[in-house]
């Protein structure tokens, strides 16, 4: 298998389905649901997901899917598509940029590929295993700062999720006073795919899904960087956080994270 021939199959892909939604919403026609409490879908979301799945069942035949809006549900023991086919549909249902097509190959438990394709800039961020990371066929890297003090930091807001929200409020006090600053963009896979090309240094966010960070874990770690849950562990794929930084702010950053969002919790319950 030519992983990286298979790569520029997906990046065609995630760009044909990109462009396909941006015109979908220029037209206005979204068909809008609530799946949950601030948890949209449109017609448009499922329709991507649809051309998306159809495509990808050509690239692998026999390969399992794990997909946000459920338009495939069987999974593979070796090879499995991790789809998102709009990271931000919020975003997209109000006209605003960023929301970004998501695409990862898993192998058993390895990410191998991943595509994050921001339809607003029309940006394709992708890499493979092994490959470097690139964007728009130029390879990237992660930013050189050395501390949280030099960092723009990117997160997300807690939009149904609300368990941790006290300890989330104090991280952004925290980094309102010992940053560059911070931004919420509204999309977790075009957030990982700033910090790959330096845009942002780090990135962290609790409540996420495995479809809005898989693709863009593995062009950060091939740009340079690395990625962990709010432990420092590795269980960031299906665990629900992460924080993904530069390699030479990482480890300043997940002592913050670890010291506001973990060990300050074991102390209150003590």
Known sequence: MNIENICNRVVDIARETGRFIKESGVKGELSIEEKGHNDFVTKIDKQSEQRIVAALKEVIPGAGFIVEENSETGRSDDYNWIVDPIDGTTNFIHGVAPYAVSIALIYRNEII??????????ECFYAWKGGGAWLNEKQISVSKATSVEDSLIATGFPYSNYKYLDRFMDSLYYFMQHSHGLRRLGSAATDLAYVACGRFEAFYEYGLKPWDVAAGIIIIKEAGGKVSDFKGGEDFLFGGEIIAAGGNVFN??????????????????K
């Open 113 to 122: 590929l991943g595509v994050v394709y921001e339809a607003g800039l029309d």
């Open 252 to 269: 300043d950053m997940k002592d913050v994270i670890y010291r506001i969002m973990v060990e300050k919790n074991g102390s209150e319950n």
